[in-house]
């Protein structure tokens, strides 16, 4: 049985961190910050969650410190990336010319 | 077996380091590098953990948590300083 | 007159500070990961001071409502909260790995019933962790979101499809 879950734990860990280089590839390629923040937060969250996840398989002894990181990142990582967007926006960053509409600049414009 | 999926999944995540890179050299913006080295920081600190589980040694996971708290605040403060504007 | 709003305000005083207290022993025993007797004292001795020095800069933490209806929404959102994550990353692969990155980007405007301030902060980080999108700015009832693929930008198709789902969970939680 152990055998089996340090196998599965190994496999966690390595489709997080095939998550984790989805983000990395989104990062590079997205057109303007919005999206790059898009693509970086959301993949690597789940990746490190996956990899934490497995690791855990692999270690059980160790899961109150695991479940900790994996907690404060649930919190922290969308607000990091959330507080970065405010600020962009607020100190008019590029948007990439495909974008469609923004409703925020607009009721900026008018007070 | 898992000795060696786990090398391959540093290998990944030491290439999802290196495009975040990439756009860290890149830019353009201030902003852009920041975002660049938000993601740096949470796959190093996945690569932290790796490196506490090949070791067998779980003071790592304390450094992995530091650091991911360390992100976090770089992160506000470079936000609240591009608030204030350039 | 002013008697029982103090009463009122000492007694959700009270409340406050215990369930911050039993909030910060949990991080320290998560991360000490022991139940010994010393470890147990330290805790309970800083645990109280932090939560005496900082009461007020930290009431977010205990704005969560305790009955066993909000105890069940806890779960069901975090169930909820996983699907919903693997699925934005599964959305989100499929737009990065395609070769001409089909993008439709927007910043809409939704609006929230949500009250508390820590359930339109959970539902901003919520949004921030779903298919496609992303908070930028909260303004009272209103959360300007950032889509990738953008359906619709009118206010109540984009709150439909934004925000809906969350709140039927976070209204029970925080009201």
């Known amino acids: 049985m152990g055998q089996g879950m340090d196998i599965v734990g190994a496999l966690l860990l390595l489709g997080g961190t095939f998550f984790l280089l989805l983000g990395g590839l989104g990062l590079l390629r997205m057109p303007d910050l ?18 934490l996840l497995g690791v855990f398989l692999l270690r059980p002894e160790w899961g109150w410190k695991l479940l900790l990181i994996g907690v404060f990142l649930i919190f922290t990582n969308p607000l990091s990336s959330q507080v970065l967007a405010r600020a962009a926006h607020r100190s008019g960053a ?17 007070p | 077996m898992v000795e060696s999926l786990i ?10 380091f290196l495009f975040a890179l990439v756009r860290f050299i890149k830019g353009p913006t201030a902003a852009d590098r920041v975002v660049a080295f938000d ?15 090949l070791g ?31 | 007159m002013s ?14 500070f215990f369930v911050l207290v039993l909030t910060l022993m949990l991080f320290w025993l998560m991360l000490m990961g022991s139940l010994d007797g010393q470890v147990l004292l330290v805790g309970l001795i800083a645990s109280s001071v932090i939560a005496l020095l900082f009461r007020s800069g930290l009431t977010f933490f205990t704005e969560m409502r305790l009955n066993p209806m909000a105890i069940i929404a806890g779960f069901m959102y975090y169930g909820y909260f996983f699907k919903e994550l693997v699925k934005a990353n599964f959305t989100l692969a499929g737009v990065v790995l395609s070769p001409d990155l089909p993008i439709n980007p927007g910043i809409v405007k939704v609006r929230t019933k949500l009250k508390s301030r820590m359930g339109r902060l959970m539902l ?18 209103w959360i300007y979101v950032h889509w990738v693929l953008m359906e619709s930008e009118d206010i109540e198709q984009a709150t439909a499809k934004i925000v809906a789902g969350w709140e039927h969970y976070l209204e029970v939680i925080y009201g």
Request: charged share 15%; aromatic share 8%.
């Open chain 3, 3 to 16: 008697a029982e709003p103090t009463t009122a305000s000492s007694v959700s005083g009270l409340r406050q």
């Open chain 3, 124 to 141: 901003a980080n919520s949004i921030t962790l779903t298919p496609g999108t992303l908070t930028v700015e909260l303004d009272g009832e």
């Open chain 2, 7 to 16: 090398s391959l999944a540093a290998l990944l995540a030491g290439v999802a």
């Open chain 2, 39 to 53: 993601v740096m920081t949470i796959v190093s600190i996945s690569f932290i953990v790796f490196i506490a589980l």
């Open chain 1, 34 to 51: 919005y999206n790059r923040i898009q693509a970086g937060t959301k993949a690597t969250t789940l990746g490190t969650l996956l990899s």
């Open chain 1, 94 to 110: 590029h948007k990439s010319p495909a974008t469609q509409v923004d409703r925020l600049a607009e009721d900026r414009a008018e």
């Open chain 2, 56 to 86: 067998d040694r779980v003071i790592y996971l304390d450094v992995a948590l530091v650091y991911a708290l360390l992100s976090f605040l770089g992160v506000i403060v470079f936000a609240r300083y591009l608030e204030r504007g350039f």
